[in-house]
């Protein structure tokens, strides 16, 4: 052993002689307070427990004034002796005398609530310490298939558990509260001038039907492979960002400080998580919509002089877009969590977009007994992330194959994969539909006539569906918590793979 990793070791077994953090006087005061007046109770219940305490004979006396006062009974001294008597214990918790002694060691019963906070900010400390440790095990090859990254994503989420675990935050909020928020909101969409009250998708149809997308929102886009899932998540989150650029911009123009429009810092931005496509691709994908030149044709070089250069221009116009695309394959649910809090402290964050969801892998430290559970354990916390940070989250999702058996192959919320958690976390659920990608595979073959009209005939009526459905999509909205459900008709470019809003005057 070298002499740094002996002064590592010499270091962290000091730590380890350490007494772990606790205050038995405030845990004393607080039983002798709940003891002599059961209203005390009322200041910590909300955010203390028995497994709190330093002491477990104290945890034993708090779990037993618990059980009592929410059961509506007295505790107290006397009923306590007869309780632990009964029960064979009262030795165990020190006896009678000891009963005694807590009541003696109150010091108000005003202070609960502080003697409680102490309680409480001693546990998370030792729970920090034990954390720590495992933390350190960990890096010294305790548990050997955990490799650096993975022991990082471990301690994250052990951290990330103890900072929402019965939290000290959080409790009822006012009628009044509730009201001024939903006025903030109604008056938002009011200056708008009847625009959406949420982020806008940039599909006129969508933001009329939905409003926007709104904070702590989950929404799931689901649809069969080559449907446009993934074309569809980009436009929308492609429009909110350039939203949110036009928002900073127009603001800088009414509040100026001097800036160009090309410093301008908008206060949140969009992160998409590819876990399917790389941030290359998706790039790609964004260049080929906005400078209408085929993605096929820009990856095989086979562009002229100008439409390279229409390329470079919108290229510069797209880079200041507040766009983050993180292309980790099965990025875990707790590196998603941390990656967005990240995001959210140093470049703000208005939403986040997940393709797709089947492709992610629960929290470290998590081993589901079913895929389905597993689902249930992202969606979860997908929605989780959506109302701690107060953004939208939109995730892809897989359908099943039951789709391609029916011969109406609209999507149904049954055919979304582990169906069950999926809709129930979603606060709405679309799907995205296009007729021509069926249709175009029924094409009639002459083989399957016995005639040259009667196929002429098939191949003539096919033609004219083909032109009913050409460049149309749908977007099914099949739940919406907040709003209505149904049809919006949409414009889609095969060749650029390209939403849009459809013009039914002119037929996009």
């Avoid at 006012?174 to 008056?187: K, N, P, V, Y």
């Amino acid at each position: 052993m070298n002499q740094i990793e002996s002064t590592q070791r010499e270091s962290l077994f000091g730590l380890s002689q350490r007494l772990p953090p606790s205050n038995v006087q405030a845990e004393q005061a607080l039983l002798g307070a709940l003891l002599a007046n059961n209203k005390a109770y009322d200041r910590v219940s909300e955010f203390l427990s028995p497994e709190h305490f330093a002491d477990p004979l104290h945890g034993r006396i708090f779990q037993a004034i618990t059980r009592r006062v929410e059961a509506g009974q007295l505790a107290d001294a006397i009923t306590l002796r007869a309780e632990f008597e009964h029960s064979g214990l009262l030795d165990e918790v020190g006896g009678v005398v000891y009963l005694g002694q807590l009541l003696t060691a109150m010091v108000g019963i005003i202070n609960a609530g502080e003697y409680g906070r102490a309680i409480h900010d001693a546990w998370l400390r030792r729970q920090l310490i034990d954390i720590g440790e495992t933390v350190v095990n960990n890096a010294f090859g305790q548990t050997p298939e955990l490799d650096g990254a993975k022991q990082i994503e471990a301690g994250e989420e052990a951290l990330f558990r103890l900072a929402t675990e019965k939290s000290q935050d959080g409790g009822f909020v006012t009628f009044e509260r509730a009201l001024t928020d939903a006025i903030g909101i109604a008056e938002k969409a009011f200056h708008r001038q009847g625009d959406v009250a949420g982020l806008t998708t940039g599909l006129r149809d969508l933001d009329k039907k939905t409003g926007g997308l709104h904070p702590s929102d989950l929404l799931i886009l689901a649809g069969r492979p080559a449907m446009g899932k993934t074309a569809l998540a980009t436009k929308i989150a492609f429009g909110a960002a350039r939203a949110l650029m036009r928002e900073a911009r127009e603001y800088e123009a009414l509040h100026g400080s001097g800036k160009g429009s090309d410093q301008v810092q908008p206060k949140g931005s969009v992160a998409i998580f590819s876990l399917e496509m790389s941030a290359e691709q998706l790039a790609t994908r964004l260049l080929s919509e906005e400078s209408r030149v085929s993605s096929e044709r820009i990856r095989r070089g086979e562009i002229g002089q100008k439409e390279f250069d229409r390329f470079i221009q919108v290229s510069r116009e797209l880079q200041s877009l507040p766009l983050h695309i993180d292309d980790t394959p099965a990025i875990s649910l707790s590196a998603l969590r941390t990656r967005c809090r990240r995001l959210a402290r140093t470049k703000g964050l208005s939403l986040v977009v997940v393709d797709y969801l089947q492709l992610m892998r629960p929290s470290v430290g998590t081993k589901p007994e079913s895929r389905v559970l597993e689902i249930s354990q992202i969606t979860q916390g997908l929605k989780a992330i959506a109302k701690e940070l107060e953004v939208p989250v939109l995730a892809l999702s897989q359908l099943s194959r039951s789709v391609e058996s029916r011969e109406d192959k609209r999507p149904l919320l049954s055919d979304l994969r582990e169906s069950g958690s999926i809709e129930q976390d979603a606060d709405a659920v679309m799907f995205v539909y296009r007729d021509e990608y069926y249709l175009q595979q029924r094409a009639p073959k002459q083989m399957a006539y016995d005639s040259e009209d009667k196929y002429q005939t098939a191949l003539d009526k096919w033609q004219r569906d083909m032109e009913q459905v050409h460049n149309k999509a749908e977007l099914l909205l099949e739940k919406q918590r907040h709003g209505p459900t149904g049809k919006i008709d949409l414009f889609f470019e095969g060749e650029f793979t390209r939403f849009a809003d459809l013009d039914h005057v002119h037929g996009g």
